[in-house]
């Protein structure tokens, strides 16, 4: 009984919660390590260049295998080295449901040769969010994507508005 209003990728919904507005810009690499995926995102000014889900992550096929830089983690970096728009990424921010190991953190840059952080879900002016919201990123990260839709969407309503964004 529903229709379908728009489709996001969970990828970019996590990262609009995770990545502040300027480092979009400089070029970064979002990788969201969830329970049996891995999702990758490209920014560079402002935008997504390259996105990729693969699929492993903190459980099934682990990104940290019997030997340190084994299996999913070798794997992990040489999509990301091969990506569009690697050459502009400066640093690469992890994130994950349950955290990310910091050996997964040490190995990225090992294998990469880029700046490694941990990432937030940052909250918004009058959010009460409770302290695992690293859990609730993607929808987060929906819910801001639907609520500027609808900002712009009400600036297109009023006829002088509109014909002034079209004439700009």
């Known amino acids: 009984g529903y229709n379908v209003g728009e489709i996001v990728f969970s990828g970019i919904a996590g990262s609009y919660r ?10 970064v ?6 329970g049996d995926l891995t999702e990758a995102v490209i920014f560079h000014h402002g935008s997504p260049v390259d996105c990729r ?13 019997e030997e340190e830089a084994s299996g999913g983690l070798r794997k992990l970096s040489s999509i990301l080295t091969s990506m ?27 294998m990469t040769g880029r700046a490694v952080k941990h990432g937030t879900c940052s909250s ?7 302290t ?7 929808c987060l990260g929906v819910l801001d994507q639907l609520q500027a839709a609808n900002r712009l969407k009400r600036r297109e309503a009023n006829p002088i508005k509109w014909f002034f964004n079209r004439v700009v």
Request: charged share 25%; net charge negative; aromatic share 6%.
């Open 18 to 27: 995770s990545l502040p507005e300027d480092s979009r810009d400089e070029g």
């Open 29 to 34: 690499c979002f990788v969201n390590i969830r």
């Open 53 to 65: 889900v693969l699929p492993f992550g903190a459980e099934g096929e682990t990104l940290l295998g």
């Open 84 to 110: 569009s728009g690697w050459s502009e990424v400066e640093t690469i921010i992890t994130c994950g449901e349950d955290g990310v190991n910091e050996n997964i953190i040490d190995g990225l840059h090992s």
């Open 124 to 130: 918004r002016p009058l959010e009460n969010l409770p």
């Open 132 to 138: 695992d919201r690293m859990r609730y990123i993607g």
